[in-house]
């Protein structure tokens, strides 16, 4: 005859102390807000149930896990320095790894850094740059709390049931072609490469701020990965259709940087003669001649607001998951003016090459 033996849980813990089984969860990953007399009464109790608690025990690291980006990427950079200044008030170390697959593999062909499935090392990720559905589900599989940036996460995939932090790109997309809409503008065109997901958010908050006024979209869109390059070829593009753009949004800054060199290869000015404006404010953007009007991105907050997602999630292991969404800023520079008509752009610069060519 077998006597089938019940394996003791840290909540079977928690009912004999009478604490909540977030109180167990804060004592074994070290946290200090459990008092000497409740410390006391668990410790008590998982001695009566023979119960290891300190075979529980785990870190108070939090892993910055950056998919499928260079390690010195401004974006993700900035937000790793707000995820850090989080962890660091909270009594949380901070791990960068850099992690490269392709987003088309099944979760089953995926595996993860050997450091994330030791639980005595690592206490949870903070998951940046791109991802798939797949790596997700991977990292819940393998019992490890997460924190994901939604906006950089490929193809449908349930963000309203799971840890997410979202900057309203869309929303930032719809108020900066408005912008431009509202100076005269008319042809607007778009350059960015559908593919991505954080671009392609951008275009649909282009389309309806578009499709709202009663215009045409105008957009290229390149398979690159290349922001300037993407910018430069898609607004080369775009300058050669009848009518031309007069403005044209650049789904990021370094495309817009790109469409500055397009501009000059086709004999035009910015403003006067095609307004251009980007996306995520990059330091590079104040820095352009003239400076780039754009959408910021608050993307140090970005990251503390992921700390603090997986920070409540870490200590309140029963917490409901939701998404948090951070709103971003029109910053408008000297690169975006009302339109000047077709036929005398044409003209005016037709002048200017005579007249630079005779000196």
Same mark, same amino acid.
């Given at each position: 005859?077998? *006597?089938?033996?019940?394996?003791?849980?840290?909540?079977?813990?928690?009912?004999?102390?009478?604490?909540?089984?977030?109180?167990?969860?804060?004592?074994?990953?070290?946290?200090?807000?459990?008092?000497?007399?409740?410390?006391?009464?668990?410790?008590?109790?998982?001695?009566?149930?023979?119960?290891?608690?300190?075979?529980?025990?785990?870190? !108070?690291?939090?892993?910055?896990?950056? %998919?499928?980006?260079?390690?010195?990427?401004?974006?993700?950079?900035?937000?790793?320095?707000?995820?850090?200044?989080?962890?660091?008030?909270?009594?949380?170390?901070?791990?960068?790894?850099?992690?490269?697959?392709?987003?088309?593999?099944?979760?089953?062909?995926? %595996?993860?850094?050997?450091?994330?499935?030791?639980?005595?090392? *690592?206490?949870?990720?903070?998951?940046?740059?791109?991802?798939?559905?797949?790596?997700?589900?991977?990292?819940?599989?393998?019992?490890?709390?997460? *924190?994901?940036?939604?906006?950089?996460?490929?193809?449908?995939?349930?963000?309203?049931?799971?840890?997410?932090?979202?900057?309203?790109?869309?929303?930032?997309?719809?108020? +900066?072609?408005?912008?431009?809409?509202?100076?005269?503008?008319?042809?607007?065109?778009?350059?960015?490469?559908?593919?991505?997901?954080?671009?392609?958010?951008?275009?649909?908050?282009?389309?309806?701020?578009?499709?709202?006024?009663?215009?045409?979209?105008?957009?290229?869109? +390149?398979?690159?990965?290349?922001?300037?390059?993407?910018?430069?070829?898609? /607004?080369?593009?775009?300058?050669?259709?009848?009518?031309?753009?007069?403005?044209?949004?650049? /789904?990021?800054?370094?495309?817009?940087?790109?469409?500055?060199?397009?501009?000059?290869?086709?004999?035009?000015?910015?403003?006067?003669?095609?307004?251009?404006?980007?996306?995520?404010?990059?330091?590079?953007?104040?820095?352009?001649?003239?400076?780039?009007?754009? *959408?910021?991105?608050?993307?140090?907050?970005?990251? !503390?607001? /992921?700390?603090?997602? +997986?920070?409540?999630?870490?200590?309140?292991?029963?917490?409901?998951?939701?998404?948090?969404?951070?709103?971003?800023?029109?910053?408008?520079?000297?690169?975006?003016?009302?339109?000047? !008509?077709?036929? +005398?752009?044409?003209?005016?610069?037709?002048?200017? %090459?005579?007249?630079?060519? %005779?000196?």
């Amino acid at each position: 005859m077998y *006597v089938r033996i019940e394996k003791v849980t840290m909540a079977d813990v928690a009912r004999e102390a009478g604490v909540s089984p977030a109180t167990i969860s804060r004592l074994v990953r070290g946290g200090t807000r459990v008092n000497a007399e409740t410390r006391e009464r668990i410790l008590m109790a998982a001695q009566r149930l023979n119960f290891n608690l300190e075979a529980r025990k785990t870190s !108070r690291i939090i892993a910055f896990l950056l %998919s499928n980006r260079g390690v010195l990427h401004p974006f993700h950079s900035s937000i790793l320095m707000g995820a850090e200044a989080f962890c660091a008030e909270h009594d949380y170390g901070l791990l960068f790894l850099p992690l490269q697959y392709s987003l088309t593999l099944a979760k089953d062909r995926l %595996s993860l850094p050997e450091i994330l499935l030791r639980k005595t090392v *690592v206490a949870g990720a903070i998951v940046a740059g791109t991802n798939s559905q797949a790596m997700l589900e991977l990292l819940t599989d393998h019992e490890l709390p997460w *924190v994901v940036l939604g906006n950089n996460v490929a193809g449908d995939w349930p963000h309203d049931r799971t840890q997410s932090i979202f900057f309203d790109d869309i929303r930032g997309a719809y108020e +900066l072609t408005s912008y431009l809409i509202s100076l005269g503008h008319v042809h607007i065109g778009f350059a960015g490469n559908l593919n991505l997901p954080w671009y392609f958010r951008r275009f649909q908050g282009y389309r309806k701020a578009i499709e709202e006024a009663g215009l045409k979209v105008i957009i290229s869109d +390149l398979r690159t990965l290349d922001g300037e390059e993407m910018g430069y070829l898609g /607004a080369r593009l775009m300058l050669q259709q009848d009518p031309r753009p007069t403005a044209i949004f650049a /789904a990021d800054d370094p495309a817009g940087r790109g469409v500055y060199r397009a501009a000059r290869d086709h004999d035009l000015n910015v403003p006067e003669d095609l307004t251009v404006a980007g996306f995520n404010d990059t330091p590079d953007a104040a820095a352009l001649h003239p400076p780039l009007t754009t *959408v910021r991105v608050f993307t140090e907050e970005l990251g !503390r607001q /992921a700390g603090e997602l +997986l920070f409540q999630q870490l200590e309140h292991p029963d917490i409901a998951t939701h998404s948090v969404v951070l709103p971003t800023q029109l910053i408008r520079r000297e690169s975006s003016a009302p339109p000047i !008509r077709p036929a +005398l752009t044409t003209r005016k610069h037709k002048t200017k %090459s005579r007249s630079t060519n %005779s000196r």
